[in-house]
T-cell receptor
């Protein structure tokens, strides 16, 4: 079974631009979560989608948004990029939501650099 | 609020020796606990989890972890370290009462370095 895939793997953007990252979960997984990883803040939860609905949201500004499609694929968008948005963005999929005992499986991440 | 602490930024061990990576948590009630490993330029790989039952949990690649409720700890262990175990290790917790979703709260990570 194929793992979680994320595209693109690397991205360089200029401050003020917007960016869209894509994630395809493991087949059969309906929950997709997004995390931001930086050296200073570590791994931080952004949001989770299940059945095209946002189930949970972390403490990030409204510039960070996401959506999920009927095939469970998910995208996250960051508008008006700031230098501090430079990070590794990780997508994780899980069998279900509201089932906290299930582990999440992570993709390789998208490395975003904002200049 | 839920939190996870990994008190050591780095753990150094010689190949063949046992290793321990420490994790303590703060959650009301019985937590769900996870260990993940991250290799350079890679995503996180799931190692093991504790949900309920036996306090000693066995996972991938020979790793195991011991849940200790009284000490609120979930230390990762391996009897004999390999050079290939060198990586960044994360402990994570989820509050089982959180029915809103499956968000994980991660520790800061511990770099494990195994020397030959």
């Amino acid at each position: 079974k194929a793992g979680v895939t994320q595209t693109p793997r690397y991205l360089i953007k200029t401050r003020g631009q917007q960016v869209t990252l894509s994630c395809s979960p493991i087949s059969g997984h309906r929950s997709v979560s997004w995390y931001q990883q930086t050296p200073g803040q570590g791994l931080q939860f952004l949001f989770e989608y299940f059945s095209e609905t946002q189930r949970n949201k972390g403490n990030f500004p409204g510039r960070f948004s996401g959506r999920q499609f009927s095939n469970s694929r998910s995208e996250m968008n960051v508008s008006t990029l700031e230098l501090g948005d430079s990070a590794l963005y990780l997508c994780a999929s899980s069998l279900g939501s509201g089932l906290p005992g299930y582990e999440q499986y992570f993709g390789p991440g998208t490395r975003l650099t904002v200049t | 609020a839920q939190s996870v602490a990994q008190p050591e930024d780095q753990v150094n061990v010689a190949e063949g020796n046992p290793l321990t990576v420490k994790c303590t948590y703060s959650v009301s009630g019985n937590p769900y606990l996870f260990w993940y490993v991250q290799y350079p330029n890679r995503g996180l790989q799931f190692l093991l989890k504790y949900i309920t039952g036996d306090n000693l949990v066995k996972g991938s690649y020979g790793f195991e972890a011991e849940f200790n409720k009284s000490q609120t700890s979930f230390h990762l262990k391996k009897p004999s370290a390999l050079v290939s175990d060198s990586a960044l290790y994360f402990c994570a917790v989820r509050d089982p009462r959180d029915q809103a979703g499956t968000a994980l709260i991660f520790g800061k990570g511990t770099t494990l370095s195994v020397s030959s």
